[in-house]
């Protein structure tokens, strides 16, 4: 079974995660309302189950809650993927949402990297700062193994240019953690 549990306290943050890479139920609770939109889109469109509950130091900003929420999530993709054997490895996809469009690109090979291409059109969307965006994703590369490539071509509207982009990364993980035919391992190394 590819599920994880993941607990992180800090003076700043609170989160526990499970998370299931073949589905189940999600519910989310951040304390930021446009982020949970964002981690159910993800969950949603990646298919994974997610149950994350997090507490934070919202009262000073976004960005700590942001941030290690990415720690965490990430963990549990780690943790959940194993030895990360049978597997696609790669993927990719490309979301358009209205004037917007994100491509994502990735590789789960235990090189973590963050490209990351995205300005969005306005510095908040309700109370979450668009800014630590890039930051939860840094977070999710680094601890998770992954090299992850956001970029956001176009958009003015920074609702649908971050949404884009999570869809567009929750399809590409979908494709990557997708068992493969012989349950090997891709990697002409044998290991990753």
């Not at 979301?95 to 059109?121: G, Q």
Request: net charge negative; aromatic share 8%; with cysteine.
């Amino acid at each position: 079974m590819r599920t994880s549990e993941v607990e992180r306290i800090t003076k700043e943050t609170s989160i526990k995660a499970e998370l299931s890479l073949d589905g189940g139920s999600v519910e989310v609770s951040t304390g930021i309302g446009f982020f949970d939109h964002m981690l159910i889109a993800f969950a949603v469109h990646g298919g994974f189950g997610l149950k994350l509950s997090v507490k934070g130091d919202l009262e000073v900003d976004n960005h700590h809650t942001a941030e290690d929420t990415g720690i965490v999530l990430g963990k549990a993709f780690k943790e959940a993927l194993g030895d990360m054997s049978g597997i696609e490895r790669y993927g990719s996809f490309i979301i358009p949402m209205d004037e917007s469009i994100a491509l994502a690109a990735l590789d789960i090979s235990n090189r973590p990297f963050l490209v990351y291409h995205c300005k969005p059109a306005q510095e908040k969307c309700g109370d979450f700062e668009t800014c630590v965006a890039e930051e939860f994703w840094r977070a999710f590369a680094m601890n998770s193994g992954i090299t992850l490539h956001i970029n956001v071509l176009y958009g003015n509207n920074a609702h649908h240019q971050l949404e884009a982009s999570f869809k567009a990364v929750a399809h590409a993980l979908k494709a990557a953690v997708k068992k493969n035919e012989d349950g090997s391992l891709l990697s002409t190394k044998g290991v990753l």
